[in-house]
């Protein structure tokens, strides 16, 4: 399955963690079920009434659950709404859901490291790549590393990702830069380079899981309905930027309007209405769908004219990335601190990344939900 994952190059590697946008186009097969534009009609959240548990798990917070309208329109002729249809986020549907909790915050260095003490959890990043899993690779290209962002000194075509990634051996979450690099002093920060198998081995050891596609939107629109961000319809509220994202000139000039011309210590920025930070930008997070770009239109159409219940995403085998074929991915949510209103603006609540399985990076992480306790009677 992850075969041609990391081509240690770093191509497939790179794409998969990366914006649609970047991603070359495919020769091989064409997209299966079309991803027609609809007319989408966002209907106003309906959250449950259930009373909240108490306690509170540590960190986590409360999501109602209940009804709401997933997906998101054409973006391109809002201001500010990037260049990109997000076909793949239609057609707008409604969604039912039970309550659940959420982390807060994406998981932190600090909270990775206490996963690590305690199990001797060794990541993706820091496996030496297997030659049977890489054919063609040379020995020194399986060696243990991940990708990093590595930003041309001058402006450059958006067309190709590989112009400002590049694969670092000895790059993982405790060298999020490179073997040189260190996360000391950054106990706060999202942890990085994070493969879908190491969010969710954590997640397990936790006594957590990865949330749901819908689940990972129903919270990020904290109730709101159809607004283009998790806190409104404007980029920025009263000249305050609400999210870690990119400003300036990407991918060689970065303004640093936002306060962070990199990653930010969690809950740098404002909670959106559920009290969760970040669901925008920062770093992109696993979901545990697997992804297909006609996924919406799928489960409206098995769930006829009524509401599709606690959609759980395709099967692998049947997980399907025109821009790849033939490698089966999860679902990414939120963009990350290099999503810019140029390029890839994937913080927009209601739109969809992917990644292949094996793929970390310095802008991916993650966090976790807990199904909700029952309720004492
Ligand atoms: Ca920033
Ligand atoms: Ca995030």
Redesign the pocket.
Known sequence: MIKSLRQLAGCVLIFACLCASAQPAFLARKPSATVAPVADRFLPTVPTTTPVPKPAPSGMVWIPGGEFSMGCTDPRADLCGGNEPMDDARPVHRVALAPFWMDRTEVTNAEFARFVAATGFITFAERKPRAEDYPGATPDQLVPGSVVFSPPREAVPLDNALRWWRYVPGADWRHPSGPNSTIVGHDQDPVLHIAYVDAAAYAAWAGKRLPTEAEWEFAARGGLTGARYTWGDELTVNGR?M?????GAFPHK?S???????I?PVASFPANAYGLHDMA?NVWEWCSDWYRPDGYARDQSAAGSGVVRDPRGPAESESFDPQEPGMPKRVQRGGS?LCTDQYCTRYMVGTRGKGAVDTGSNHVGFRCVRDASPVAP
């Open positions: 930027w999210a870690n994202i990119w400003e970065n640093e309007d936002d306060g962070f011309i990199g930010a930008g601190y």
